[in-house]
Structure formats: structure tokens, C-alpha cells
């Protein structure tokens, strides 16, 4: 009897997950499924305009993917890793460096209120308005230049923006300021999740703080850590509005500055080549893909994902 | 007692370069905040041709150019972004909220499929936009 | 709890359904929908239209009739103007009659691909005749010309380009005060003598330009065929070679500055035309001179312009070593007009009425398309710039007005102009070779106009 009545209220529940998880993937379908499946449909076509006219859309296959890898795919794949490399090593060494002074009772830091506000400031400009800063003060008659170059550091008139590897560490250093906040707040969550005992234990037994850091308070932080790592992949993948404005959209000097976004952008700009873009999309969602998996493996050990009972 | 004075030097030397630096990044961190603030202030020649560190005085006069300005309506532009923010805020949390509560609460059929779906999704649904 | 829940999130939807999808339905008044990228025109239009009656508070016109002018400004970041406009054209069939586009704005460097478009009206349809448009610069038809010879599109403005020089830097450098242009002129009459100046001006410290890309327009202006030939490969002209070539020789032998700060409309490049820069003339066109130039040559811009004031007063106007226009903007109409007579009226106005263009060129001191009405202000001999020391650069432009030799252009030109600097740059600063920065240039193409080749 009370099995039989068990059996039914189970299976009438049931039907309530489906309904609550339902508009999600109503939403989904039409607003993300669809466009997504378009576009990775054009990428099979050629599909761009010549003036008003448009050409297409006409299958060519593979002629999309094999346009975009012999055109400037890694070029910008190269441009985009070296620039978010040079952004995100500093950010993440600071921002471990923060998240632990933050957290740590017994240096008892005064102002950290403050200091945890303050950090997150530059993530609230915008790109723009970031970048057109950046172009003032870095710019040739600009105050950097004047200070640096009456102390005799660099020539006159340097031109910061217009060399390869100074731009570059402008656009990581902006990225860098952007970002180190977020992060930071994100780290200092996982640290503070971390069980205090633990890291008395650790003190009681003699190690160093260097040791509890590295063996007690990293390996706990794993799944943080690779989240921040992964956002910060994608994000970096992304990267456009930055380079876009410090360059005018050039990618200048001799194109070392094109990312892989300006190049999409590039591609729908001068042409409305959907075909291509397409193509170049579907490339940066596999890349994007198998680094994030990549990532995730080699950093945790499938922690992340605990099934629900 | 030489240990307890030498562990408290190390502590004041430690907190010394822990403010310094501190106070470093929040100068960097705030820099352009203020400098926006003070760029609003200069006229548009101004800005064109020079920077400065202290406050002008066009502030007013490119407020009062700004609200004019009948092709780039601002105030009807703030409150389209400000109606769009608080529908995606409310309907993004709640149907968040519920989605999460269904798979948290119910055992259905094809449960951990969604659950792994709805990562998924998550990762590359801003890329392919 | 959950039904209240429930009913909240419901009404939220439905508010925010409703706020998107209401859209104000105007009553059918008649109306002349107009875009552009930006209030130049509009501005105009306000000032000058005879039968302009106010601006409402939404931004729109009301004329006396009562038909109602709308304008849809798109600035020109990032090609957005483009991006809407052409949006916009394809999708007319289904937007009402009364909201359709009748007219737009275009600038030369993309004319061309609207002018060849079915999109665009020939002002023949409008019922604008030769004779009517007979006081015209010739070169300013020739640029809204489709292939099929059909005029498209017409101007208020032509633009020739001038060199606009320093006067206190020329009686410096020439030691002779009270030097007059003509003479400056003699001295740079052709690019060979060009040169030869710029050396004289290094010698005393002074550059001859601000930056890489100011003689750009003036060789770009007059190639003798377009960029793109009928094979869709990419001619480059021996113009542009030259370009390259005396542009080195600048950069190599400090005759310019370096960096991109003196890229055109760069800080540092504004800057050179104010009271601390070393530059002794700038490439101008008619509005550059009185917008832009002046502007920058004010020791306190707040101040008043008058003599005293910076530089000015201090600049003159010559031809240069070689004629040439830059930009300029066109009126198009459409073929889902529904305003016919109006659009011809407004053409007419701003591009036959010699009354109201003379106007607008003694008050804005804007070079207009009407060379009678320029021809009298050119022989008016109490007419002056004070700006330019009181020099007549009427006369000056009405003279190179008539020998722009235009060259013929192809729907790719902003593309490649835009492309050949960037790639230059690098090869100027001398931090990349010449091979280098061809190569960069082809990419470059490549991902911008994908079927575009070069030319074997």
C-alpha cells in the first residue's frame, strides 16, 4: 500500500522539474540555438556584398574555412594570446597576491574597505572612454612621454602607440587594470571558503606561510581558480573594443595589433561577409572550446561538476 | 626577547610594502576615473590638442550642448538602457532562479543531460552572438 | 506565495512586451524622412530654407505647409552611417510609405556605391533639367554620374583644396617681409620646387608638413585611373608610387613628424597649427580652412578670433603644387520617395538658388556650388578673410574649383585610401620595409574586400 503510494507522488513531481527548467530552453532555443545554428550554416556558404549588391548565398563547402585560415586566423590568434598573456599573467599574480592580504587576519589591514573598492573602478569605465585616457596620456606630447623623456629614459616624441611590443603593453595593461579587481573579489571568495582550521593546522605543525600557501591554500582554491582562468580565456579571446580604439581599427603597427574579434569585425565591415565570418566564428568556438576543456583538465579533477543526489 | 623584536620589525617592513604597494594600484586604479572627470571639464580644443590634471571650466558649457543635442537624445537614451537592464535583471533572475530550483529539487529523467547542457550553453553563449 | 510570484514575473513580461513593441504610430501627415551622419546640413536647412518654419522639440522640422521633416542622424564611427542607411534602403518596401526614406547624404569616398544602386533617383526623375544645373562645377556632377550616365545626386558645396601656409614662417624663411602669396605660390608651383622649400624650411628648423598623411589627398585626387580595375584587381597608380616615394624622402629627411599623433586629426597634428607648432602649411580644403584651421591656430579658444589671438590672422592661402578637392557632401533622393516636388525644391535651393548660396557663403564662409555667385564675391574687391590676413581666398578657390581634373572612382576607394596609409606608416617610421608593407596592405584588402586580387 505505502509502497504504491510512494511510486505516484514521485512520478507526479516529476513533471514539475520539467516545467520549471522548461522556459529556459524555450528562451534558449529561439534566442540562441537558432541564430547559432545560422551561422554555422552561412559558414558553408559564400554570402558577402559588393557595394549593395549581395552575392550568394552560394555552398562552397570548405571555401570559408580554408579563406579564413590562410587569411589572418593566426595572425590574430597570435596577436590576441600575446596580448592576453601579457594582460593576464601580472592579473593573476596580483590578484592572488590581494585575495591573500585581504583575507589574512593577522596582518590586519586597515582601509581594506577601501583599497576593495577602489581596485574595482577601472572594470566600470568603459572600453572607450579607457582607451581614449590612455591615448592622452601615452600619446607623443602626452604627460608620460614629457616625464620619461626629461629624465632622459626614452627619446622625444616617443611614439608608444605606434610600436609593436609598447602598444601591446598598453593593451595588457589596460586589460590588466580592467580585470585584476573582478578577479580579486573572486579569488578572496574562494580563499574565504576555505576552511580557517585548516590553515591553523597547517601554522600549529610549523609551516611557513609560503608553505600554506602553496600547499594548503592553492590546491583548495582549484575550482576558483580555474573558473578565473577560463572567464578570463574567453574573455581574452574577445578581446575588441580595446585594440579596436587604440589602434582607429588598423591594428597598427604592421598588423600586429589585430585581434581575433577586429578581424571578424573586418570581415563583416567591409564587405557584410557573413559567409567568412561564419566561418571564423565556428574557429574561435572550437578554440574557445578546447581550451576551456583543456584547462579544466589539467587543473582540477572534475570537482567542479558534483551531480545533484 | 630579540626574536619577538625581530619578528615585529619583519611585520612593519612587510606591512610597509604591502601599503605601498596598495596605495600604488588604487592611485593607478582611480587615474582614469579622475582624469575623465577632468577631460568633461575641457572644451573640445582643448582636448584635441593637450591634457591637463586639474579641472577646467567647460563643464557647463558641454553639459548644456550635450541635453540640447536633439539628434542624440540623451535622457531618452538613458531610460530606453534603464527599462531594458531592469527587464533583462528581473526576468534573467527569475527564470534563473527557477530553472536552477527545478533541477535542484526534482528527480527527472535526463536530469544531468540538462545540467551538463546548461553549462555548456553557458560557456559559448556570448561567443557566437 | 508561488502565485504571486508567478503573476509578477507574468507582468514584467508584459511590460516589457509592451514598452518594445508599441511603436508611435505618426497620423499620416506628410512627411520628407532625411539621413545623414551629421547636423551639417541640418543645420543649413534650419537656417537657410525659406519655407523652414520651426524645430519641435522631438528634434523634427515643421515647414509652413505643415509637412514635417524628420532627420535620422547616424555618425560615421565604425561605418554605422553605412551599416544603417543600407539597412534601411533594403528594407523600404516594407516600412509605410509615409516613414520612407527621401533623401540622404553621402561623401565622396562611398558615392559611388549608392550612385550605381537602383536605390538612388536620377535627378532627371525629379524634373531637374541641364539648363538648371548649368552654373555648377562640372567635377561635382561627375562624382554622382552612375555608369549608365545618370546624374544622381547634388551638391551646395564643391571643395578645392589649397595649401594654407604661415606667413610669419614664409618672411622668415624667404627673408623678405610682406612676402604675398603669389609669390610663396611661384616657389612651390610643382612638387620638384615643393621639395626644394621644404629643405629651405628644415634648414631653418621648421617642417614642411605636419605628418605622413597630409599630401596624401592631393597626389590620391589626381591618378589617372580608378583603384579597382574591371577585373576587380587593385590598380595601384603611379600617383600613389609617388606618394610613397616623396613621402620617405620626408620622413628619412625630417621634413615631417613621425608617430601617430600626427596621423591626420591626431592631437599632435592639431596641434602644429596652433601658436607652438613648427609646420609651415597644412593641406586644406575650403571647409577645413575656416573649421578646423582656425579653430586650432587660437592661442585661447575662448577668447575672441580676431588678430592678436595666436595665429590668427598669420595664415594664407596658395593652390599648391598641384589642384585637387577633398570630400564634400551630396544630396541623394531615393526611388520610394513620395515627396517628388519637395525634394526638387530642396535640391534646388542649396545647389541653383545663387541668392541663398552667396549667403551661405559670406555667413559660413563655406566654398558653395554656384560659380556665379562665387564668381561675384571672387571679383568683389572689398571682400576679405580676416582670418587670412584679408586675403580674397574666394578668388583663390574659384580658381582651382575650375581645374579639378577628377579621377574616376570605384565603390572600394575608402577601403584602399584608409588601407595604403595604415600599411605606409610602419615603412615611413623605417621600422618595416617597403616589401613588408605592401604585403600588409594586400592583407589587409583581403580581409576587407574579399574579391578583390592583385593585379598580376
Redesign the interface.
Known amino acids: 500500500m505505502l509502497k504504491s503510494k510512494n511510486k505516484k507522488k514521485s512520478i507526479s513531481y516529476e513533471k514539475w522539474g520539467y516545467y520549471f527548467i522548461a522556459p529556459f530552453f524555450i528562451i534558449y532555443a529561439i534566442f540562441g540555438l537558432l541564430p547559432m545554428i545560422s551561422t554555422i550554416r552561412y559558414s558553408f556558404y559564400e554570402f558577402?556584398s559588393?557595394?549593395?549588391?549581395t552575392?550568394g548565398p552560394n555552398f562552397n563547402g570548405l571555401n570559408n574555412y580554408v579563406?579564413v585560415l590562410t587569411?589572418?586566423f593566426f595572425l590574430a590568434l597570435k596577436n590576441t594570446a600575446i596580448i592576453w598573456v601579457m594582460g593576464f599573467v601580472p592579473q593573476i599574480i596580483v590578484s592572488l597576491l590581494l585575495a591573500v592580504w585581504f583575507t589574512n587576519n593577522r596582518l590586519k589591514l586597515k582601509g581594506t574597505a577601501f583599497f576593495k573598492s577602489v581596485i574595482y573602478m577601472p572594470n566600470l569605465v568603459m572600453a572607450a572612454a579607457f582607451s581614449m585616457i590612455f591615448f592622452?596620456l601615452f600619446?607623443?606630447?602626452g604627460p608620460i612621454v614629457t616625464m620619461l623623456s626629461s629624465w632622459g629614459v626614452i627619446p622625444e616624441?616617443f611614439?608608444?602607440?605606434?610600436?609593436v611590443w609598447e602598444s601591446r603593453s598598453l593593451m595588457a595593461i589596460m586589460n590588466f587594470l580592467m580585470w585584476y579587481g573582478n578577479t580579486t573579489i573572486l579569488l578572496m571568495a574562494g580563499i574565504m571558503g576555505i576552511d580557517q582550521s585548516l590553515i591553523e593546522a597547517a601554522e600549529v605543525d610549523g609551516a611557513s606561510s609560503r608553505q600554506i600557501f602553496f600547499r594548503v591554500t592553492m590546491p583548495l582554491l582549484k575550482p576558483i581558480f580555474v573558473y578565473v582562468v577560463i572567464t578570463s580565456l574567453i574573455g581574452g579571446i574577445q578581446l575588441y573594443d580595446i585594440p579596436q580604439i587604440i589602434t582607429?581599427?588598423?591594428g597598427?603597427?604592421?598588423?600586429q595589433n589585430i585581434t581575433l574579434m577586429m578581424?571578424l569585425q573586418?570581415?563583416i565591415?567591409?564587405?557584410n561577409?557573413y559567409g567568412?565570418a561564419g566561418a571564423l566564428s565556428v574557429l574561435i568556438f572550437i578554440l574557445t572550446g578546447t581550451l576551456s576543456v583543456f584547462v579544466f583538465r589539467s587543473i582540477s579533477k572534475n570537482e567542479l561538476v558534483s551531480v545533484k543526489r | 626577547m630579540d626574536k619577538n623584536k625581530l619578528y615585529k620589525v619583519n611585520t612593519i617592513a612587510k606591512k610597509t610594502f604591502i601599503y605601498a604597494f596598495l596605495i600604488m594600484l588604487a592611485i593607478i586604479s582611480i587615474m582614469p576615473f579622475y582624469l575623465l572627470i577632468v577631460n568633461s571639464t575641457m572644451?573640445h580644443?582643448?582636448i584635441?590638442?593637450?591634457y591637463s590634471f586639474v579641472f577646467k571650466d567647460s563643464f557647463l558649457s558641454n553639459f548644456q550642448k550635450m541635453v540640447a543635442d536633439?539628434?542624440?537624445?540623451i535622457f531618452t537614451a538613458a531610460r530606453n538602457s534603464l527599462?531594458i537592464s531592469l527587464?533583462t535583471a528581473?526576468?534573467a533572475t527569475?527564470?534563473s532562479a527557477a530553472t536552477a530550483y527545478g533541477i535542484h529539487m526534482y528527480n527527472f529523467k535526463g536530469k544531468k543531460a540538462a545540467f551538463i547542457f546548461i553549462l555548456t550553453v553557458f560557456k559559448i553563449n556570448t561567443d557566437m552572438a | 506565495m508561488k502565485g504571486f510570484?508567478k503573476v509578477f514575473?507574468l507582468l514584467?513580461?508584459l511590460?516589457?512586451a509592451f514598452?518594445l513593441i508599441s511603436c508611435d504610430k505618426d497620423k499620416a501627415e506628410k512627411k520628407l524622412v532625411i539621413r545623414a551622419w551629421n547636423?551639417e546640413f541640418?543645420g543649413l536647412f534650419r537656417k537657410y530654407y525659406p519655407d523652414f518654419k520651426e524645430?519641435k522639440?522631438?528634434?523634427t522640422d515643421v515647414l509652413k505647409d505643415g509637412t514635417i521633416v524628420k532627420?535620422v542622424?547616424v555618425a560615421n564611427e565604425?561605418?554605422a552611417y553605412q551599416?544603417a542607411l543600407?539597412e534601411a534602403?533594403?528594407n523600404q518596401e516594407s516600412v509605410y510609405e509615409e516613414e520612407r526614406i527621401d533623401m540622404f547624404l553621402v561623401e565622396a569616398d562611398y558615392a559611388?556605391?549608392?550612385v550605381?544602386?537602383d536605390?538612388s533617383l536620377p535627378v532627371a526623375d525629379l524634373g531637374i533639367t541641364t539648363d538648371d544645373l548649368k552654373n555648377q562645377y562640372a567635377y561635382t556632377q561627375k562624382v554622382m554620374t552612375s555608369s549608365d550616365g545618370k546624374l544622381k545626386g547634388l551638391s551646395w558645396q564643391a571643395t578645392p583644396g589649397l595649401y594654407a601656409y604661415r606667413q610669419d614662417i614664409a618672411e622668415e624663411v624667404f627673408g623678405k617681409v610682406g612676402i604675398t602669396p603669389e609669390e610663396v605660390q611661384a616657389k612651390i608651383s610643382d612638387w620638384t620646387k615643393f621639395e626644394a622649400v621644404a629643405a629651405q624650411m628644415k634648414a631653418k628648423g621648421y617642417t614642411m608638413l605636419a605628418g605622413n598623411d597630409d599630401a596624401y589627398r592631393t597626389f590620391s585626387n589626381n591618378v589617372s585611373a580608378p583603384w579597382v580595375n574591371a577585373n576587380k584587381e587593385i590598380v595601384v597608380d603611379q600617383n600613389i608610387l609617388n606618394w610613397i616615394e616623396q613621402t620617405k624622402r620626408f620622413a628619412d629627411a625630417g621634413y615631417n613628424?613621425?608617430?601617430?599623433?600626427?596621423?591626420l586629426w591626431g592631437?599632435?597634428w592639431?596641434?602644429e597649427q596652433?601658436p607652438t607648432g613648427k609646420t609651415f602649411g597644412f593641406f586644406y580644403s575650403t571647409w577645413g580652412i575656416n573649421f578646423t584651421l582656425m579653430?586650432?591656430s587660437?592661442g585661447d579658444?575662448?577668447a575672441e578670433k580676431k588678430v592678436g589671438n595666436g595665429l590668427f590672422g598669420k595664415y594664407r592661402v596658395v593652390t599648391g603644387p598641384q589642384s585637387y578637392y577633398w570630400g564634400g557632401s551630396w544630396l541623394v533622393s531615393t526611388k520610394f520617395t513620395d515627396q517628388k516636388d519637395l525634394v526638387k525644391d530642396i535640391m534646388m535651393k542649396f545647389t541653383f538658388d545663387k541668392d541663398i548660396m552667396k549667403s551661405i557663403t559670406l555667413d559660413t564662409l563655406d566654398y558653395t556650388n554656384n560659380k556665379v555667385a562665387m564668381g561675384e564675391i571672387a571679383n568683389d574687391p572689398t571682400y576679405g578673410s580676416a582670418f587670412l590676413g584679408g586675403q580674397n581666398h574666394i578668388k583663390l578657390f574659384a580658381e582651382a574649383a575650375e581645374k579639378i581634373d577628377l579621377k574616376t572612382l570605384s565603390?572600394y576607394d575608402q577601403?584602399l585610401n584608409?588601407g595604403i596609409q595604415?600599411a605606409m606608416?610602419?615603412y615611413f617610421?623605417g621600422?618595416?620595409t617597403l616589401e613588408?608593407a605592401w604585403e600588409?596592405f594586400y592583407?589587409?584588402i583581403?580581409?576587407?574586400?574579399?574579391?578583390l586580387k592583385k593585379k598580376s
Open positions: 558577402y559588393e557595394g549593395l549588391n552575392i579563406s587569411g589572418d592622452m600619446g607623443q606630447s616624441k611614439d608608444f602607440l605606434g610600436k582607429n581599427g588598423t597598427s603597427p604592421n598588423r578581424y573586418t570581415l565591415k567591409g564587405s561577409n567568412m | 572644451s580644443q582643448e584635441s590638442t593637450s536633439t539628434n542624440n537624445k527599462i527587464g528581473a526576468l527569475y527564470f | 510570484k514575473a514584467i513580461v511590460v516589457t514598452v547636423d541640418q524645430t522639440a522631438d528634434g532627420w542622424i565604425n561605418n551599416i543600407d534602403l533594403k559611388l556605391k549608392y550605381d544602386s536605390y613628424n613621425q608617430g601617430a599623433d600626427y596621423a592631437p599632435g592639431q596641434k596652433g579653430g586650432n587660437l579658444s575662448k565603390i577601403g584608409e595604415t606608416k610602419g617610421a621600422d618595416i613588408k600588409n592583407d589587409g583581403k580581409a576587407l574586400y574579399p574579391s
